[in-house]
């Protein structure tokens, strides 16, 4: 398998109110059941706190905020016993009645506008960190500081993202019979192109010693990152 390459993606450069973009964030809505993505976060978030949500939580790059407030009130029925939740995006697009139906239910949501690091130079430590489909935006060597960075703010950080492959490759050319708009079709190509495989993640984390990591393909399209602090 050829080495990762990274190419600009469509829905980056458009404003989050371009009908190309609300067109292509719909089609990830709907891909994300299909890519496995959404019972993956299910299962991991309910194995991983089984009796209470993390306190504080930081979705980064969460764009349109759709997986985490769809996914948070299913795994976690009893609500979110006032945890903090910090949706950030350099240009995030997370509707009022998302964050009101969190509010509902004992989430204290914050929508953060802001890029990556400025973020990072700026915000308290959270009990967890996760990213999904987020990563693969970036080279290897800014994967590597924002690791080191990431891992002084957090005891876990976790990730799902493209799995470079072939069967990703195939897939990314098919989701026109879906009726995916121009600008997904291109985004998921170079997503793949741009994706991770074997241990790629791992490699670039910091003081590998402090830490416990899982990193391993899961289903045909994701390819799947955590790291744990050791107690």
Not at 207 to 215: G, H, I, M, P, V
């Amino acid at each position: 398998m050829s080495a990762r390459r990274l190419s600009p993606e469509i829905l980056d450069s458009l404003p989050s109110s371009d009908p190309s973009a609300l067109a292509s964030r719909r089609d990830l809505q709907r891909l994300h059941p299909l890519l496995g993505q959404t019972h993956l976060w299910l299962r991991w978030l309910q194995k991983r706190y089984p009796d209470r949500p993390p306190a504080s939580l930081v979705d980064l790059g969460c764009g349109d905020g759709h997986l985490l407030t769809t996914l948070l009130p299913q795994a976690f029925p009893n609500g979110g016993h006032g945890s903090r939740l910090f949706l950030v995006d350099r240009q995030p697009s997370v509707p009022d009645s998302a964050l009101e139906l969190l509010r509902r239910q004992n989430w204290l949501p914050t929508v953060i506008p802001s890029d990556l690091q400025e973020w990072i130079r700026s915000t308290p430590p959270s009990e967890l960190i996760l990213t999904n489909l987020f990563l693969h935006h970036f080279q290897d060597y800014e994967l590597r500081d924002l690791f080191k960075k990431i891992s002084t703010l957090t005891p876990m950080f976790v990730t799902a993202e493209p799995l470079r492959g072939f069967a990703g490759a195939i897939g990314s050319r098919l989701l026109g019979i879906l009726g995916c708009h121009s600008v997904t079709l291109h985004d998921a190509r170079v997503s793949v192109q741009a994706g991770f495989r074997d241990h790629e993640l791992s490699s670039l984390w910091p003081n590998l010693s402090d830490w416990s990591l899982t990193e391993r393909r899961i289903g045909l399209f994701t390819h799947f990152f955590c790291a744990e602090k050791c107690p």
